[in-house]
């Protein structure tokens, strides 16, 4: 994945949270999440020792309380936020760029998915007429399927992933541009699209 945020932009980004209201590091993390509609999600080490630069530099303050650490931005960085104000600008258009890329990203896997699952079920049929006729050649019965139907359910089938993919598609598009997107949706779809994929070709090959 392409850097999300140019050098320096994220501790600019990081004042401008704390602007809105102080807040703990996760609650920093889960904001980015939600900015970025769930397609980025920074890590515990990218975040924290930018917040203690922040303090180094006199922009933050931060009080421990029983479980958390909780930061509050100063004067001081209220005053930096102002003079940067294009800058801080030009980074939230940075991050709207970054979220409709991220989201091409995301369907771009459930496209690369898709392919494969529809490669498999096409390889899974073939071997199956490939079967079927090797069991006409040494032993006819009267209830087996004529090789079309296998040619007709390839075709049944591909038009449901069609119809799936482009549904699919629309729905991450919407949840993307609601910023609602779960940072694990892209490995969460592959891992249901394998299972999905496993338990057909499982299911071909009774």
């Known amino acids: 994945m392409t850097p999300i945020f140019a050098h320096g932009s994220l501790r600019l980004y990081l004042l401008s949270l704390l602007a809105e209201r102080p807040r703990h590091g996760y609650e920093l993390i889960q904001a980015l999440s939600d900015r970025f509609g769930g397609t980025y999600s920074p890590s515990a080490g990218t975040i924290y020792p930018r917040l ?3 303090e180094e530099e006199g922009l933050v303050t931060k009080t421990a309380g029983d479980r958390k650490t909780v930061y509050e ?9 102002a003079a940067r104000a294009d800058d801080l600008q030009n980074i939230e258009d940075e991050v709207t760029d970054s979220v409709r890329r991220l989201a091409d990203e995301v369907r771009t896997g ?5 392919k494969s699952l529809r490669a ?3 390889s899974a ?7 079927h006729a090797r069991a006409e050649h040494t032993k006819p019965t009267p209830d087996a399927r004529p090789a079309g139907d296998a040619n007709r359910a390839l075709r049944e089938a591909d038009m449901v992933l069609n119809d799936f993919r482009q549904q699919l598609r629309a729905d991450l598009r919407t949840q993307a541009y609601r910023s609602t997107m779960p940072a694990d949706t892209v490995p969460e779809l592959r891992r ?15």
């Not at 931005?73 to 936020?81: K, M, P, Q, S, V």
């Not at 459930?110 to 898709?114: H, Q, S």
């Not at 249901?192 to 009774?206: N, P």
Request: a neutral charge; aromatic letters at 0%; proline letters at 0%.
């Open 52 to 54: 203690a630069k922040l």
């Open 125 to 131: 049929a073939r071997q199956a007429k490939a079967e």
């Open 73 to 81: 931005i100063t004067d001081a960085g209220r005053a930096e936020l």
């Open 192 to 206: 249901q699209l394998d299972a999905v994929r496993a338990s057909i070709l499982d299911s071909l090959k009774r």
């Open 120 to 122: 498999d079920l096409a």
């Open 110 to 114: 459930v496209t690369e998915a898709m």
